[in-house]
């Protein structure tokens, strides 16, 4: 039993948790995802010690990128003092031994849930996305075998008459978020639950790895790509956001989560980018209700 | 002012300090141990083994000992802890001809040569709560009979020799290991089977179920069920030879079930197949009714649009390390989405809003 | 030569073939852009880039084509050794290493299905030199365009015109390297 209680102790674990011949596995699947840009790259993924769904993918992704001196940034949501993204972080400074923060500015490796951080990412960042249901047309089409064919013919019609069915009967397209995009003019793909706000800030510079792990595909963005969310030509693609001002910090162009805060059902509007709002109070900006550069104004 | 949604480092430790004191239980009553877990609670251990794909009973008591006998929690924990085990090697196949037999039965013949043997089954008991196990220190010992030294015959065997039942040709060939590469579809039946022994019991039995309630009902009978353990063997390149490394329990089921014949083929009986570690007879009669049921293509059935025929829909939702996960998932926050859903609605409803307007104004 | 083939490994594995594949990992992004990598020192004629690259990418799962002068016993054993790849022909391979002109021609190497076009080779390309000059690269992972110096130019444009199918490259000299991914457009300068 000694050798068992022993296996189970951090040092026992490899750097970055992952086996090196996983590694190799996924690391070989992440550069054939960047020669092909937003091709789903089949990989075998591996149970990880956090369930199938809380980001598994980006784990592994993150796990097989990270090098010692990498400094590590987690956000869910935007945030990054939500339970998940605390989760994951410790599982890192663990696991990797990596520093880590809370700075966008700051961060080598980023990895993220359902958001793309307000500022601008730079050429020494890389930004790995949790990615629950990779393929962009499964809800139009459930099966695998199907889908994999519609790829290879580049036969995406199913995905122009959903949208725009959507007009017809909303007219708008009904998709906020998980707003499907075509990678430099070849392959839709699904950009991860982000909301279409986000959208445009794909074309950047930063490289962009996506690792969906309980259904066992990577694929990646490599920087400068083009990043085109589907439309029409009388229905362009609106990036939308809550038409307001952050309360606390001010700023008129970050995404912004709706916060209610009270019984009669008055709300606040807060930026989903905690990193951002701070930065900004910090530097001396005062939305409607915030107080400049205290800690969370509670 | 600023309603704090966002849960920290700190709510998560006091959340797992409650639930290890929740585990515990009453201090009170004595804390079970691991070796009575895997004594007492032994088809709970062997279904952790079984879908947890490891074979080591004193880990997966462990397992539901830290799970608070949540089976699928426990088989997480044996499946993220096997996925961390370097593979040293390959065993050789293991024979189930040579099982040394604790049960076998055959449906589908009065008496076999090596007899039916009922061995440790809850089949024939009556099922009333029995409140004498309420009281403790009971230890009862069954008759004990000598071991036949013999191997077991297979029943399917019998029926092979006479051609009456499709035969499955021996092959040398690696199959592909669902542990190691992503599943591919059409997936082929190695693959098939690997993905149903790991499945989910309740998933795998519900969709055996179905096909006996005319989803591609398939006729099956259970030709043999046979629960003992098999030596595992593994070559050693130095020595040239294969070495015994331990053994394990198994539970082997082969359906026999009705095949009208086609054009060129003259009606034979044909086979599913069912293998899953320790006693859990109940997952592998379902597995073989499922496999049955998969193979309608390479027998030249119909497909009848059932689920069970769908290996895309089957495979794809056996695991249940990969369902719960998903469906558990939706706890996490999706405040971002559902804010962006939230604006889109008003917008439309906004925009419905002064259409009706402007309609009625005119 | 036994200690030949056991030495020359990465020391620190975890460590030293995360950083590789950081350097691997930034050329496929950024093609024609020149990364140093360093861990491994193999037997000549590999490069310590190529070697450290192999490393960090190839396993039993990966045949490995040593191209002409590059197959020589003394780099099979090491490559072995450290790796367990299988050697394999071109047409199997899933990594080949050698100069241009030894690797070539192109046309047995995995291009890929239109349905897995990943499932292709990678070639890495022992150079003399890296040098920001003579083709003109365009494409993703380069904002304008980039200089690299190729050794040649149309088998790359035909590779390109394959797309999503195709071959990519890493081309390697000492300790440095750059990729030129299947996506990468190229001209004369």
Same mark, same amino acid.
């Given at each position: 039993?000694?050798?068992?209680?022993?296996?189970?102790?951090?040092?026992?674990?490899?750097?970055?948790?992952?086996?090196?011949?996983?590694?190799?596995?996924?690391?070989? /699947?992440? +550069?054939?995802?960047?020669?092909?840009?937003?091709?789903?790259?089949?990989?075998?993924?591996?149970?990880?010690?956090?369930?199938?769904?809380?980001?598994?993918?980006?784990?592994?992704?993150?796990? /097989?990128?990270?090098?010692?001196?990498?400094?590590?940034?987690?956000?869910?949501?935007?945030?990054?003092?939500?339970?998940?993204?605390?989760?994951?972080?410790?599982?890192?400074?663990?696991?990797?031994?990596?520093?880590?923060?809370?700075?966008?500015?700051?961060?080598?490796?980023?990895?993220?849930?359902?958001?793309?951080?307000?500022?601008?990412?730079?050429?020494?960042?890389? +930004?790995?996305?949790?990615?629950?249901?990779?393929?962009?047309?499964?809800?139009?089409?459930?099966?695998?075998?199907?889908?994999?064919?519609?790829?290879?013919?580049?036969?995406?019609?199913?995905?122009?008459?959903?949208?725009?069915?959507?007009?017809?009967?909303?007219?708008?397209?009904?998709? /906020?978020?998980?707003?499907?995009?075509?990678?430099?003019?070849?392959?839709?793909?699904?950009?991860?639950?982000?909301?279409?706000?986000?959208?445009?800030?794909?074309?950047?510079?930063?490289?962009?790895?996506?690792?969906?792990?309980?259904?066992?595909?990577?694929?990646?963005?490599?920087?400068?790509?083009?990043?085109?969310?589907?439309?029409?030509?009388?229905?362009?693609?609106?990036?939308?956001?809550?038409?307001?001002?952050?309360?606390?910090?001010?700023?008129?162009?970050?995404?912004?989560?709706?916060?209610?805060?009270?019984?009669?059902?008055?709300?606040?509007?807060?930026?989903?980018?905690?990193?951002?709002?701070?930065?900004?109070?910090?530097?001396?900006?005062?939305?409607?209700?915030?107080?400049?550069?205290?800690?969370?104004?509670? | 002012?600023?309603?704090?949604?966002?849960?920290?480092? &700190?709510?998560?430790?006091?959340?797992?300090? %409650?639930?290890?004191?929740?585990?515990?239980?009453?201090?009170?009553?004595?804390?079970?141990?691991?070796?009575?877990?895997?004594?007492?609670?032994?088809?709970?251990?062997?279904?952790?083994?079984?879908?947890?794909?490891?074979?080591?009973?004193?880990?997966?008591?462990?397992?539901? $000992?830290?799970?608070?006998?949540?089976?699928?929690?426990?088989?997480?924990?044996?499946?993220?802890?096997?996925?961390?085990?370097?593979?040293?090697?390959?065993?050789?196949?293991?024979?189930?001809?040579?099982?040394?037999?604790?049960?076998?039965?055959?449906?589908?013949? $009065?008496?076999?040569?090596?007899?039916?043997?009922?061995?440790?089954?809850?089949?024939?008991?009556?099922?009333?709560?029995?409140?004498?196990?309420?009281?403790?220190?009971?230890?009862?010992?069954?008759?004990?009979?000598?071991?036949?030294?013999?191997?077991?015959?297979?029943?399917?065997?019998?029926?092979?020799?006479?051609?009456?039942?499709?035969?499955?040709?021996?092959?040398?060939?690696?199959?592909?290991?669902?542990?190691? #590469?992503?599943?591919?579809?059409?997936?082929?039946?190695?693959? &098939?089977?690997?993905?149903?022994? &790991?499945?989910?019991?309740?998933?795998?039995?519900?969709?055996?179920?179905?096909?006996?309630?005319?989803?591609?009902?398939?006729?099956?009978?259970?030709?043999?069920?046979?629960?003992?353990?098999?030596?595992?063997?593994?070559?050693?390149?130095?020595?040239?030879?294969?070495?015994?490394?331990?053994?394990?329990?198994?539970?082997?089921?082969?359906?026999?079930?009705?095949?009208?014949?086609? $054009?060129? #083929?003259?009606?034979?009986?044909?086979?599913?197949?069912?293998?899953?570690?320790?006693?859990?007879?109940?997952?592998?009669?379902?597995?073989?009714?499922?496999?049955?049921?998969?193979? %309608? $293509?390479?027998?030249?059935?119909?497909?009848?649009?059932?689920?069970?025929?769908?290996?895309?829909?089957?495979?794809?939702?056996?695991?249940?390390?990969?369902?719960?996960?998903?469906?558990?998932?939706?706890?996490?926050?999706?405040?971002?989405?559902?804010?962006?859903?939230?604006?889109?609605?008003?917008?439309?409803?906004?925009?419905?809003?002064?259409?009706?307007?402007?309609?009625?104004?005119? | 030569?036994?200690?030949?083939?056991?030495?020359?490994?990465?020391?620190?594995?975890?460590?030293?073939?995360?950083?590789?594949?950081?350097?691997?990992?930034?050329?496929?992004?950024?093609?024609?852009?020149?990364?140093?990598?360093?861990?491994?020192?193999?037997?000549?004629?590999?490069?310590?880039?190529?070697?450290?690259?192999?490393?960090?990418?190839?396993?039993?799962?990966?045949?490995?084509?040593?191209?002409?002068?590059?197959?020589?016993?003394?780099?099979?054993?090491?490559?072995?050794?450290?790796?367990?790849?299988?050697?394999?022909?071109? @047409?199997?391979?899933?990594?080949?290493?050698?100069?241009?002109?030894?690797?070539?021609?192109?046309?047995?190497?995995?291009?890929?299905?239109?349905?897995?076009?990943?499932?292709?080779?990678?070639?890495?390309?022992?150079?003399?030199?890296?040098?920001?000059?003579?083709?003109?690269?365009?494409?993703?992972?380069?904002?304008?365009?980039?200089?690299?110096?190729?050794?040649?130019? @149309?088998?790359?444009?035909?590779?390109?015109?394959?797309?999503?199918?195709?071959?990519?490259?890493?081309?390697?000299?000492?300790?440095?390297?750059?990729?030129?991914?299947?996506?990468?457009?190229?001209?004369?300068?």
């Amino acid at each position: 039993m000694t050798d068992k209680n022993q296996a189970m102790t951090d040092t026992h674990y490899n750097f970055a948790y992952l086996d090196e011949q996983t590694k190799r596995m996924i690391r070989r /699947a992440l +550069l054939k995802g960047l020669a092909i840009p937003g091709y789903q790259v089949p990989f075998a993924s591996r149970e990880m010690p956090m369930p199938y769904g809380w980001g598994t993918g980006g784990v592994q992704v993150s796990a /097989a990128v990270l090098t010692p001196e990498d400094r590590m940034k987690v956000i869910d949501q935007g945030a990054d003092d939500t339970t998940n993204a605390v989760s994951i972080r410790k599982f890192f400074e663990r696991t990797a031994g990596v520093d880590t923060t809370e700075r966008t500015a700051e961060a080598t490796v980023i990895q993220t849930r359902h958001r793309i951080p307000e500022t601008e990412l730079t050429e020494d960042q890389i +930004l790995v996305y949790q990615v629950p249901i990779p393929e962009p047309l499964r809800f139009l089409e459930p099966r695998e075998t199907e889908t994999r064919k519609m790829h290879a013919l580049e036969e995406y019609g199913l995905m122009h008459v959903k949208l725009y069915e959507d007009i017809a009967r909303h007219g708008n397209i009904a998709t /906020a978020y998980a707003y499907p995009v075509k990678v430099e003019g070849r392959y839709v793909m699904d950009p991860s639950p982000i909301p279409k706000f986000d959208n445009p800030k794909m074309e950047m510079a930063a490289i962009q790895l996506f690792g969906a792990g309980r259904e066992q595909r990577i694929y990646a963005v490599p920087p400068y790509t083009r990043v085109v969310s589907l439309d029409f030509e009388d229905y362009p693609f609106e990036p939308s956001k809550a038409d307001h001002a952050c309360d606390l910090c001010g700023a008129q162009n970050s995404y912004l989560d709706e916060v209610i805060v009270d019984d009669a059902g008055g709300r606040m509007f807060v930026c989903s980018d905690t990193d951002f709002c701070t930065t900004r109070r910090d530097g001396g900006h005062v939305g409607r209700l915030g107080a400049p550069g205290t800690e969370d104004a509670a | 002012m600023y309603v704090a949604v966002k849960g920290g480092e &700190r709510a998560i430790d006091n959340a797992h300090a %409650w639930l290890a004191e929740e585990r515990r239980g009453s201090p009170d009553i004595a804390e079970l141990t691991v070796p009575q877990i895997r004594e007492q609670l032994a088809l709970a251990v062997n279904r952790v083994m079984a879908e947890g794909s490891l074979f080591d009973p004193d880990l997966a008591a462990l397992a539901i $000992k830290q799970a608070r006998g949540d089976l699928i929690e426990a088989i997480f924990l044996i499946r993220a802890y096997r996925t961390t085990l370097p593979r040293l090697g390959v065993s050789t196949p293991v024979d189930t001809g040579e099982m040394a037999c604790d049960r076998r039965i055959s449906a589908t013949f $009065k008496d076999v040569p090596g007899g039916q043997v009922l061995g440790p089954t809850f089949d024939y008991t009556h099922r009333l709560l029995d409140f004498k196990l309420a009281a403790e220190g009971e230890t009862p010992t069954a008759p004990q009979a000598p071991a036949q030294g013999e191997p077991t015959p297979r029943v399917t065997d019998y029926l092979n020799r006479d051609g009456l039942i499709q035969p499955e040709p021996a092959s040398d060939t690696t199959p592909p290991d669902l542990t190691r #590469e992503p599943m591919e579809f059409p997936a082929n039946r190695a693959l &098939r089977l690997q993905s149903l022994t &790991r499945g989910d019991e309740g998933f795998v039995l519900g969709m055996a179920y179905s096909t006996q309630r005319g989803y591609a009902r398939n006729h099956p009978f259970v030709g043999e069920l046979r629960i003992g353990t098999v030596p595992v063997e593994m070559d050693v390149p130095e020595l040239g030879f294969a070495v015994g490394i331990g053994e394990i329990t198994l539970t082997e089921c082969e359906s026999v079930n009705q095949f009208t014949g086609s $054009k060129t #083929e003259p009606p034979q009986f044909t086979r599913g197949y069912g293998l899953v570690f320790g006693q859990s007879e109940r997952k592998a009669i379902s597995m073989a009714l499922v496999d049955r049921a998969l193979r %309608w $293509k390479e027998l030249g059935e119909d497909n009848v649009g059932a689920p069970a025929q769908d290996a895309e829909f089957v495979l794809s939702h056996a695991d249940n390390i990969q369902a719960s996960g998903f469906l558990e998932h939706i706890k996490l926050p999706h405040y971002v989405d559902f804010q962006s859903e939230l604006e889109l609605i008003r917008r439309i409803r906004a925009e419905a809003q002064a259409a009706q307007a402007q309609e009625a104004a005119e | 030569m036994a200690s030949q083939i056991l030495d020359g490994g990465f020391s620190d594995v975890p460590v030293q073939s995360a950083r590789a594949f950081r350097a691997a990992l930034s050329a496929m992004a950024r093609p024609g852009r020149v990364y140093d990598i360093s861990g491994a020192m193999p037997p000549a004629p590999l490069s310590p880039a190529a070697g450290s690259l192999l490393l960090t990418l190839a396993d039993p799962g990966t045949p490995v084509f040593l191209a002409g002068a590059h197959d020589t016993p003394e780099l099979r054993a090491w490559l072995i050794f450290h790796t367990g790849v299988p050697i394999a022909p071109r @047409e199997e391979a899933a990594f080949a290493v050698g100069t241009w002109t030894e690797l070539l021609p192109l046309e047995p190497y995995r291009k890929g299905t239109p349905e897995y076009p990943d499932r292709s080779a990678t070639l890495i390309v022992e150079v003399a030199t890296l040098a920001a000059s003579g083709a003109r690269l365009t494409g993703p992972g380069i904002e304008t365009a980039r200089m690299l110096s190729l050794p040649e130019l @149309e088998p790359f444009r035909r590779n390109a015109a394959l797309f999503p199918r195709g071959l990519d490259f890493y081309f390697t000299a000492g300790a440095r390297l750059a990729a030129l991914p299947r996506t990468t457009k190229v001209e004369a300068a």
